[in-house]
């Protein structure tokens, strides 16, 4: 069986040799007939349709809540991923002790506040005698300086309790606007470091907003759109969700960027929209619409012609003298099964729509279908 197979496979060699052998032409080239293909002309055509930018949801507020006492986390009070209301009760942390440590200070201002009333009637009674100069001035000098020290220690025992009651308050984190919260870093009975500790991420949810980057050339027309109230009324700006969806609420240019990105010619561009129900959560990929009203005349081909090789889009185009010829081109915004070029193309131009798979530059093309051999 196997010596069958090698001489089959010997034959065909033989064959396909002797077959290469009779397709040379005089000259030894080789000679091959132009390929058949499909084109199309490049037009113009009156353009009013949406451009598209890719986004990111981002939130308008966004805190890290992170430990500002030391201790041990003795309550939470939220579930992960929780909708929350500002002010409201988020963890708590050693509040007993903070507690203690607050009530101690307040003793202690107490205390000092009581000594330093005794020292004040000392240093009042002996002014008095000192006057009549029926008192010692040495005895008088150390009610005055005991009256001053009586004084300092009211002083810090205030700033004590100051800070007593300051880490009390830090003892029970809220939130600090209303939104969303995520999934808890710590569990209860977990030891917590001030300042350093973090505990939670907390975004506001409504409104919210989108980050796209535009094209420098676009920055007027966005500018226009912020300082244009009519806008959102116009739904001129709208959101297609990642399932494919066209959100129900439209939105509006809050912010744009302060400069623009040398190395990409791009700007930010944040767009703010209201988020009723959630359904926007941060860190979403969207595709931001922009209605574009006015119809221009653009330059459109059908979609089916572009490539796309080495991270160039390109299409091939018929030479004059009927070769397929590689042009580099830059798109705009897809029309259904059409697409605007940018950059590339004039109109006029034809380009090859159909029989692109393996088509070479500069090789011979015709439009007219090869007849099929008859029986």
């Known amino acids: 069986m196997k010596y069958i197979q090698y001489s089959f496979a010997l ?15 005089k000259g030894g080239m080789w000679q091959t007939g132009p390929v058949s293909v499909e084109i199309a002309e490049v037009q113009q055509e009156l353009v009013s349709a949406t451009i598209n930018y890719p986004g990111t949801i981002v939130a308008l507020n966004e805190t890290e809540l992170r430990a500002e006492v030391n201790g041990y986390i003795t309550n939470i009070f939220v579930a992960d991923g929780a909708t929350v209301s500002k002010g409201q009760k988020l963890y708590e942390i050693d509040r ?8 101690q200070a307040k003793a202690s201002l107490e205390i000092a506040q009581s000594n ?41 025992a205030k700033a004590s309790l100051v800070t007593a009651e300051t880490n009390l308050q830090r003892s029970v984190i809220y939130a600090p606007y209303s939104g969303t919260i995520g999934i808890s870093m710590v569990r209860n009975g977990a030891l917590v470091n001030a300042g350093s500790t973090l505990l939670n991420i907390i975004s506001s949810t409504e409104p919210i907003a989108v980050d796209i980057m535009v ?24 959101i297609q969700l990642p399932n494919g969806e066209v959100y129900n609420y439209f939105g509006k240019v809050t912010a744009i960027d302060r400069a ?11 767009i703010a929209f209201e988020n009723p129900k959630g359904d926007l959560r941060v860190g979403m990929n969207v595709n931001v619409g922009v209605l574009n009203k006015i119809a221009t005349p653009q330059i459109v081909i059908p979609y089916k012609a572009v490539m796309e090789q080495l991270n160039q889009t390109l299409v091939y185009t018929v030479s004059d003298s009927n070769t397929a010829k590689p042009q580099m081109i830059k798109l705009g915004f897809k029309l259904g099964d059409k697409v605007v070029v940018a950059e590339g193309l004039k109109v006029g131009d034809k380009v090859i729509t159909e029989g692109i798979m393996g088509l070479k530059p500069n090789a011979p093309i015709t439009t007219e279908k090869p007849t099929q051999a008859t029986k």
């Open 215 to 238: 094209n420098e050339k676009d920055i007027q027309q966005f500018s226009k759109f912020q300082k244009d109230g009519n806008v959102q009324k116009d739904s001129i700006l709208s």
């Open 116 to 156: 330093l009333d005794k020292v004040q009637r000392d240093l009042n009674r002996y002014t008095a005698l000192d006057a009549k100069q029926a008192i010692a001035k040495q005895i008088v000098d150390y009610a005055r300086t005991d009256f001053n020290n009586a004084k300092a220690q009211v002083d810090a």
């Open 260 to 270: 623009v990105n040398q190395n990409t010619g791009t700007i930010m561009v944040r």
């Open 11 to 25: 034959f065909c060699t033989v064959a396909l040799l002797s077959s290469c052998s009779q397709s040379k032409a």
């Open 96 to 103: 007993v002790r903070y507690q203690a440590a607050r009530d």
